[in-house]
């Protein structure tokens, strides 16, 4: 099992900017997919971004592209989502997920996510 804490949340106004972090625990072997999703209220959960173990390839949702940047620390087993330039729209709870490599980009394990607000 894979266990996932999320951090950094809050309340921030728009254009500003906030850092979640995501600290893995557990068998982090199974963790060279780890990525951010969001769930804004009403609205269907949503991919954001991912990164891989070993080459730190990255992928952004488009809504996000140049305004938000994924990192990560094996060394520290931490998820990164650095956020600049925040809209309302940005509003949501941010949850980390992680999955192993089976060939394809899956989740097996999420954090209980961390609360996103944005005011305009």
């Known amino acids: 099992q894979v266990q996932l804490v999320e951090s950094g949340g809050g309340l921030v106004q728009a254009g500003g900017s906030l850092r979640l972090s995501c600290a893995a625990s557990?068998?982090?072997?199974?963790?060279?997919?780890m990525g951010w999703f969001r769930q804004a209220p009403g609205k269907e959960r949503e991919f954001v971004g991912s990164?891989?173990?070993?080459?730190?390839?990255?992928r952004y949702a488009d809504s996000v592209k140049g305004r938000f940047t994924i990192s990560r620390d094996n060394t520290q087993n931490t998820l990164y989502l650095q956020m600049n330039s925040l809209k309302p729209e940005d509003t949501a709870v941010y949850y980390c997920a992680a999955g192993p490599n089976r060939g394809y980009e899956g989740y097996d394990y999420w954090g209980q996510g961390t609360q996103v607000f944005v005011s305009s």
């Open positions: 990164i891989t173990y070993n080459d730190g390839r990255t």
């Open positions: 557990g068998r982090t072997s199974r963790t060279y997919f």
